[in-house]
Nanobody
């Protein structure tokens, strides 16, 4: 089992920035591709970003490309999501995710955190 704990959510004005963190435990962190999903009120869950096992490759949804940056620190067992130029449409609960297979991670990962709320005011 992999346990994931997110932090860093909050309330921010449009145009502002937030950095989410996700601490992982339970298994060898570098064995897992890591990602972020989000769910906005009344909307389906949406893939946001993913990072490969070593951190060398990253992937983004078109809606966040150029504004969000995913990264990982394998020494700290932590993955980050730097969110800049935030918009009200980014308001959602953000979930940290993990899966051994990157192709699965971006669709339906095995492991999910409890989520952290991000609210962007206009």
């Amino acid at each position: 089992q992999v346990q994931l704990v997110e932090s860093g959510g909050g309330l921010v004005q449009a145009g502002g920035s937030l950095r989410l963190s996700c601490a992982a435990s339970g298994r060898t962190f570098s064995d897992y591709a890591m990602g972020w999903f989000r769910r906005a009120p009344g909307k389906a869950r949406e893939f946001v970003a993913a990072v490969s096992w070593s951190g060398g490759n990253t992937y983004y949804a078109d809606s966040v490309k150029g504004r969000f940056t995913i990264s990982r620190d394998n020494a700290r067992n932590t993955v980050y999501l730097q969110m800049n130029s935030l918009k009200p449409d980014d308001t959602a609960v953000y979930y940290c995710t993990a899966d051994e297979a990157l192709g699965i991670l971006v669709v339906y990962p095995d492991y999910w955190g409890q989520g952290t709320q991000v609210t962007v005011s206009s």
